[in-house]
RNA sequence: GCGCCUGUAGCUCAGUUGGAUAGAGCAGCGGACUUCUAAUCCGCAGGCCAGAGGUUCGAAUCCUCUCAGGCGCGCCA
């Protein structure tokens, strides 16, 4: 509907310069917006106001211009209204929004879909927990945040792959193996010493018994039983953390390791290939990399003194790589603690001749737990945190979901366990799934009255009347738009907002039933009812698209 | 000290990328089920958009400074 207007305006103004009413100027970048007070209108557009220096008219005499000379072939619009300083405000003929529901009909689970993307190729790279521990909320967040970006940017034309990053070389792995060996030893000498900056939580017990299981570690020599510690507890972690993520919904296309980049030599050779580019340097023993000219604050070690690479080193190669698979675009989403590393991760591609814009890197903020009106402080190492797992088995996948998107990445997220916990219906998805349901439940009493939906085209003589009606038909045509918002800003969150605002219309418009019966969707008049029942059908598609975006089940009763 | 993020109703947060009179939910008060689902709806109350300057037709939004909070600044991972 918006690109309708669009064409209508561009139209016009052309006209207007070529019959000389305006005088021949470039157009200026201006907004067609969804007013937010009905009295304006169904659209505004300030094109007249931007204008209005390069004219050197009043916006207020463009604007009757404009409307006076209006290029409105298929006679979509029903007014046009000067307004303030210089705004135009337009209605569309109620017919031309009725049209939508037919669309919907037609379209169903795809209306939304569109080709904004163009198949631009787009890797997203999101939860990368290290296969040390289960995930927490922190890695909640960004795979609900990560997965529904994915799937909203597939919807909208992009050939999307997601990524899992394993980072399962290094010192973490080992200290992982440490700590499952001494409390595997603890079991027989509750005296045996635990490593200093050991995994404290109760799943490393829990893993040091079912390894124990399989290999009896006493007959190991000790390096050889933290190494087989180290191996089989990686790999049972990487397994629960696969599990938890599939019943969070969310799948990947490839998981990436770390010790593959180190095996298979692409790590030697990325360091080799920037040796040759002339951006390595030997220093006090250890090898840099000139980060320095591309924006970072000062030089980067890449190899230790003691020749070990550091974390830096396998991330370049690692993002180097990922540029090699022709994708023009990559999306990482990093916890906030991670936002010193973006200008370093950056700089280091910038140095191989790639543009920085290429990487967009979305930070997550903190997440915090409340609980009895207190902070939990999460820390994977003092083993004191709440798990994903534990949050979806307490309240659910839906309204972990719901919850994690219901706030822009960049502010830190609350979590109150008491609310979530003992009052399902605070829980805002269940307002959105509650209008899904009824939505359903109409069809289930029309169906019971013999009443079924025909195929054919809205017929409009019954009328679809009401504001409230209209209104719930406009915030329907706004969904594709808002999908490509969407993608434009990496901002899913924008579509809880816009679903609860959608299920708000519907329940709105239900009630008006409960006090007028002739307000109702089913009624004596077949007519009105037909089309009532299309614009109820209308809902509930939207709805269930939107919800199956955000990976939330769309239930029929509740 | 330097950098990134945040500051909007009592609380948790949106705010269509610079638009018209700043919006929800929760908490508070008062109403609506003999009816298509009350997990809902309606009403009341609640604001110096942290503060001060600036940019322009127009600022919660952009720029500068100040204040407050979070995070980060290793040859750690």
């Not at 025909?454 to 738009?481: C, H, N, T």
């Amino acid at each position: 509907m918006k690109n309708r207007m669009n064409a209508i305006l561009t139209a016009t103004i052309n006209d207007c310069f070529e019959r000389g009413i305006l005088s021949r100027t470039s157009i200026p970048p201006y907004v067609i917006e969804i007013p937010n007070n009905p009295a304006h209108g169904h659209f505004a557009t300030n094109v007249s106001m931007v204008l209005a220096s390069s004219q050197r008219r009043r916006p207020t005499d463009i604007a009757k211009t404009i409307i006076d000379n209006l290029k409105d072939d298929q006679h979509l619009l029903e007014s046009a209204d000067i307004a303030g300083p210089g705004f135009i405000n337009f209605r569309i003929r109620a017919t031309e929004w009725c049209g939508l529901l037919t669309e919907i009909g037609n379209l169903k689970a795809e209306y939304g879909r569109n080709d904004a993307g163009k198949g631009e190729k787009v890797l997203v790279e999101f939860v990368s927990a290290n296969p040390t521990g289960p995930l927490h909320l922190g890695h909640g967040r960004g795979a609900a945040l990560g997965d529904t970006l994915c799937r909203i940017l597939a919807f909208c034309g992009y050939d999307v792959a997601r990524e899992f990053y394993i980072n399962d070389a290094g010192a973490q792995v080992r200290l992982l193996g440490e700590s499952v060996y001494s409390r595997f030893r603890q079991i027989k000498n509750p005296h045996y010493p635990f490593p200093e900056n050991g995994y404290h939580g109760d799943y490393i017990l829990d893993l040091a018994i079912a390894i124990s299981q399989k290999m009896d570690l006493n007959k190991l020599p000790e390096e050889e039983a933290i190494a087989f510690c180290a191996q089989k507890g990686k790999e049972m972690m990487l397994q629960e953390i696969k599990a938890d993520l599939s019943r969070f919904r969310v799948v990947f296309d490839t998981w990436s390791s770390e010790t593959d980049l180190h095996q298979s030599g692409l790590l030697h050779d990325t360091l080799e290939m920037i040796r040759e580019d002339g951006y390595l340097y030997e220093k006090d023993g250890a090898t840099w990399l000139r980060t320095s000219p591309f924006g970072d604050d000062k030089d980067r070690v890449i190899r230790k003194k003691d020749g070990e690479f550091t974390y830096f080193a396998s991330d370049i190669a690692y993002h180097l790589q990922k540029c090699g698979k022709g994708f023009t675009r990559a999306v990482n989403i990093w916890g906030a603690d991670h936002h010193g590393y973006v200008p370093r991760i950056k700089a280091a591609l910038s140095a191989h001749g790639i543009s920085p814009n290429w990487l967009s890197v979305l930070l997550i903020q903190l997440v915090k737990l409340w609980e009895g009106g207190q902070e939990i402080r999460m820390s994977k190492r003092a083993g004191s945190f709440v798990t994903l797992r534990e949050l979806m088995d307490a309240v659910g996948e839906d309204a972990v979901r719901f919850v994690f998107l219901m706030k822009n990445h960049d502010s830190p997220l609350d979590f109150d366990m008491d609310l979530v916990k003992k009052r399902d219906s605070d829980n805002p998805v269940y307002y959105v799934q509650y209008a899904h349901a009824r939505a359903c439940s109409i069809f289930r009493k029309a169906e019971a009255e013999g009443i079924l939906m025909a195929g054919a085209p809205v017929d409009l003589s019954g009328g679809l009347i009401l504001e409230e009606e209209l209104a719930m038909i406009r915030a329907m045509a706004d969904f594709p738009s808002l999908l490509m918002e969407i993608c434009a800003t990496l901002e899913p969150h924008r579509l809880t907002y816009y679903l609860t605002d959608l299920a708000a219309l519907f329940h709105r418009y239900f009630n008006l039933g409960t006090k007028v019966p002739e307000y109702r969707v089913v009624t004596a008049d077949a007519a009105l009812t037909q089309a009532r029942l299309a614009l109820v059908e209308g809902v509930r598609t939207v709805i269930a698209n939107g919800l199956r975006l955000l990976g939330i089940d769309a239930p029929e009763k509740m």
